[in-house]
């Protein structure tokens, strides 16, 4: 039997991936594609977005990647203009890994197009700049809600680029897919309650201070919001939020129904 691309783990069938990563690339390939694509994203799928916009805080090698689609894409939704030059993106200069590989991958997460060293906004650059300008004052929760589906679209497009490059896997923001996948596939219902054997079989790849980094930052220790987690129970078990139970009852449906089709053709 073949093992996974990301993990040790058996991968399934016909396919390189484990069945939780598989599940795993399908909720970010199909979150991508559904921002990109409709007007009017369901509100259970924005909510996955907004509570998977810190899945890269605090991490030096992959921070680099988030500076610069963050610039470029402020650039393009935010300041509206229509194309920049190559040389003009500044936060390149700040981290060691080659220019040619962050543009790269930029331009495969859909941030960016690249013709002739100008770069154009990409499809994901060019909804953000639609759904940018509601009119609401900027403390308003509208406008942090829009806020945090900004960063956390971007953050989602750069995971998918890297777990399909296959050059570096950041395990970090993986292992916070992994822990969704797990919870939604272990049982029919799914429960609000982490338990022990499910948090450690999602982190086991992640060194332990990274881990508990994650942890304080999902608890809220970071800037006083707690994400994807609701509380830590009187048993020291995380408990999801409502809304991130609900984003896994619809994401799984659908991955349901994805196989169905396949396996009806
Ligand atoms: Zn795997």
């Known amino acids: 039997m073949e093992k996974c691309l ?5 991968a399934g069938g016909d396919s390189e991936l484990c069945k939780l990563h598989e599940f795993a690339l399908f909720q970010i390939s199909e979150t991508l594609s559904e921002f990109i694509q409709q007007e009017n994203p369901p509100e259970w799928l924005l909510d996955g977005i907004r509570e998977l916009s810190w899945i890269f805080f605090g991490h030096p090698r992959t921070a680099a990647y988030i500076n610069v689609s963050m610039e470029i894409a402020d650039r393009f939704a935010i300041e509206r203009l229509p194309h920049i030059s190559i040389n003009d993106i500044k936060e390149v200069n700040y981290t060691r890994l080659s220019p040619r590989r962050i543009i790269s991958l930029l331009e495969d997460a859909l941030i ?21 300008d509601l009119g609401y004052p900027l403390n308003s929760p509208e406008q942090k ?28 923001a993986l292992s916070v897919l992994t822990l969704l996948s797990l919870q939604a596939l272990t049982s029919e219902e799914i429960q609000r309650e982490i338990s022990d054997v ?7 790849d992640v060194p332990n201070r990274q881990e508990n ?11 006083g919001v707690t994400k994807m987690i609701h509380n830590i129970n009187e048993d020291g078990k995380p408990e999801l939020k409502t809304e991130v139970v609900s984003y896994l009852v619809n994401m799984r449906e659908r991955y349901r129904e994805r196989e169905r089709t396949r396996t009806r053709m």
């Open 213 to 223: 980094k994650m942890k304080r930052i999902m608890a809220g220790l970071l800037d």
């Open 145 to 172: 809600a829009r806020a945090l589906e900004y960063h956390g679209i971007l953050a989602i497009s750069v995971l998918r680029s890297m777990l399909l490059e296959g050059e570096y896997i950041p395990r970090g």
């Open 112 to 132: 960016i197009r690249v013709e002739n060293n100008i770069v154009y906004p990409g499809p994901l650059s060019l909804r953000l700049r639609e759904v940018r």
């Open 198 to 204: 499910t948090w450690d079989s999602a982190f086991r």
């Open 6 to 10: 990301y993990c040790k783990r058996l």
